[in-house]
């Protein structure tokens, strides 16, 4: 089974019919408990139960329950926020060892926010109001495992969310049912996003060609040189990526212009330039290590020189 989605809105619906809850930066999963076995799933119906150690202990509470099947987001949790960071490399931990090792490291929380069967009963068909009743009925809770609330005031939630770096909110309809492996209206997302001025240092040609921009590589300016802010893709398909692969060719250099080491996967294929384009990136979230979240190509600021960008001195 594959879980229910929500559609993308730019607003959050208002009326006594929905319930809103937090959009959790993590890893989709569904946990099918059987017998006291638990059996976790991601979004593409991968078994990766064995990357989550935690979740299987029994510590966690899920091993008690004979029959469940639970929707949820798995989270790594710095500071009182999601940290995508954090998570992103247990998602491919085939080996229990280094699974163990990287749960004592950062381990996870699994958010639970729907419950599709109960005790041998399919639920899906069952309104969300009944299902979230059994869901907090049901007695979980514990380090590994929690149920966060749903709210009813969905423009409040959206500024908090905001106000604390958080993804964004789920709207559903209280009277939905469950559709899995659909993407309804009944489910909506408002998810926040920043933009901010970057410098490119490096692209790339789209695979396979010579002639069309497959990516570009940023990074924010500092005495010493770019600090690398990450690859951005989307956005640049057609004129964009048409418009601006003339003028990175003419800046190109042999020096690299990033001033921290750049991963293997995105230096492998990359022309360096020299940092002058400025540009806007709209992104959901910096991760711990300063990298974007999901970026995407804005514009050319063609009114922003890399200096502008530069830290002012406090006494400036």
Excluded at 257 to 263: G, K, N, R, S, V
């Amino acid at each position: 089974m594959r879980p229910m989605l929500a559609t993308p809105g730019p607003i959050v619906p208002l009326g006594t019919g929905w319930c809103h809850e937090v959009k959790w930066d993590g890893m989709r999963a569904l946990v099918d408990v059987r017998a006291g076995r638990v059996r976790l799933s991601s979004r593409t119906e991968r078994d990766v139960t064995v990357a989550f150690p935690e979740l299987v202990a029994d510590a966690s509470g899920l091993s008690a329950f004979d029959d469940l099947l639970l929707d949820g987001e798995i989270v790594v949790m710095r500071g009182g926020r999601p940290s995508f960071a954090a998570l992103a490399e247990r998602f491919n931990v085939t080996s229990a060892r280094v699974a163990d090792q990287l749960a004592a490291q950062a381990p996870v929380t699994l958010m639970a926010f729907d419950v599709l069967r109960a005790a041998g009963t399919d639920v899906t068909s069952r309104p969300l109001r009944q299902r979230r009743q059994l869901l907090e009925g049901a007695g979980l809770g514990s380090a590994w495992v929690q149920v966060p609330p749903a709210f009813d005031n969905g423009a409040d939630l959206v500024t908090a969310t905001a106000e604390q770096g958080i993804e964004g909110i789920v709207s559903k309809r209280w009277d939905s049912t469950y559709l899995p492996g659909r993407r309804s209206d009944d489910w909506r997302k408002v998810v926040h996003r920043n933009t901010e001025s970057y410098v490119i240092g490096g692209w790339r040609y789209e695979v396979d060609t010579r002639d069309r921009l497959g990516a570009i590589l940023i990074g924010t300016p500092g005495p010493g040189g770019l600090a690398f802010r990450g690859r951005i893709g989307s956005g640049l398909a057609g004129r964009a990526g048409a418009n601006l692969l003339p003028r990175l060719r003419e800046l190109r250099t042999e020096k690299v212009p990033f001033a921290d080491d750049i991963p293997t996967a995105d230096r492998q294929g990359t022309q360096w330039v020299s940092p002058e384009i400025v540009i806007d990136v709209e992104f959901h979230a910096v991760t711990d290590d300063g990298r974007l979240r999901q970026p995407s190509w804005k514009g050319i600021r063609p009114d922003l020189t890399p200096e502008d960008l530069l830290p002012r001195r406090a006494d400036a």
